[in-house]
């Protein structure tokens, strides 16, 4: 099984969410190569510390900060799934 990842990364310097150690152990299944499941992880890392906040504001219309896009990403609340800042038309 993987190491659990450091509490901090290098590329953002800031403290990762305890949740994203719980959803990292979740995203691996552990018959995986080695090699291959530090590949995924390092790759969920590399978005957790840059998540893609301009796209997410394209797609939104409005401003977001890295914090609000990752909640969005991996802790969606119902209001998140319900609502659509999306204009119709």
């Given amino acids: 099984m993987i190491s659990p990842a450091p509490l901090v990364t290098a ?7 305890p949740r994203f150690h719980a959803f990292l152990a979740a995203s ?13 992880s390092a790759g969920l890392l590399r978005q957790y510390a ?12 409005h401003n977001a900060t890295s914090d609000r896009v990752r909640q969005l ?4 609340t119902e209001d998140d799934a319900r609502s659509s ?5």
């Fill in 11 to 17: 590329a953002a310097a800031e403290v990762v969410d």
């Fill in 28 to 40: 691996t299944d552990p018959s995986l190569p080695p090699e291959i499941a530090s590949a995924i």
């Fill in 50 to 61: 840059a998540p893609p906040v301009a796209a997410t504001e394209a797609v939104l219309k």
């Fill in 73 to 76: 990403i991996y802790w969606p």
């Fill in 85 to 89: 800042t999306l204009d119709p038309d």
